[in-house]
């Protein structure tokens, strides 16, 4: 969620950098303000995919493949960003902030994907399973019935994952490639709403 702000902060900078210089540099000057805590915390947060693979490397050969290839983009978008940042502080040569840019967004829009794709996969055999635990004589057991639950409710929070790197797919995408349709303001305005409302209820104490 505090991505897709960025992201969002970034780009309201970008676009207001030629026809309103003085907010194009308040955008900025926020950004690098409000990322100061949150950049150095995250300093290394790159290798937490070597650890992501490790402890959860994928039950099937498929699976093992797309973590691989998800945690390997979410690596090159956190890894990236650290130069991002760099370079728009002033640490680095602020020409190489769009290229970071670029690469950063990239990285991160080719783990969405596949970070998506093993959601529906899982979410797949968990219906075909739900439906065998209902075909079932004794689905009024307590056991098949919390066997279900239990299908459901990972169900609604995979969909809620889905839906958040759908939106922040978009914004990637805006940054990666400008179009008219993940550029517009609606579509900016509600994949942040979508992204923050999907990580609130993920995050939310059940």
């Not at 309103?20 to 100061?36: C, D, M, N, T, Y």
């Not at 693979?53 to 699976?63: D, K, N």
């Not at 690596?75 to 190489?96: E, Q």
Request: with cysteine; charged share 25%.
């Amino acid at each position: 969620m505090n991505d897709t702000v960025d992201e969002l902060v970034i780009f309201l900078a970008k676009r207001d950098e030629s026809t309103h210089p003085e907010i194009a540099q308040r955008f900025k000057q926020w950004e690098v303000a409000s990322g100061l805590s949150r950049k150095a915390f995250r300093t290394g947060r790159f290798l937490t995919g070597f650890n992501a693979l490790r402890r959860s490397p994928g039950s099937t050969l498929t699976f093992r493949f797309l973590a691989v290839l998800a945690n390997a983009g979410e690596m090159v978008y956190f890894f990236f960003d650290h130069f991002l940042w760099l370079s728009r502080i002033g640490t680095l040569d602020p020409k190489l902030a769009r290229r970071m840019s670029f690469i950063s967004a990239f990285g991160e829009s080719f783990g969405y994907i596949f970070f998506i794709i093993s959601d529906f996969i899982i979410m797949k055999d968990g219906l075909g399973t739900e439906r065998k635990l209902v075909a079932l004589k004794e689905e009024d057991s307590n056991d098949v019935k919390e066997s279900i639950r239990k299908i459901r409710a990972d169900r609604v929070m995979r969909l809620m994952a889905v839906a958040a790197n759908v939106a922040d797919l978009i914004i990637a995408v805006a940054d990666i490639e400008p179009n008219p349709f993940c550029n517009h303001a609606v579509t900016l305005g509600i994949s942040g709403l979508v992204s923050a409302w999907a990580g609130w209820y993920r995050n939310w104490p059940s």
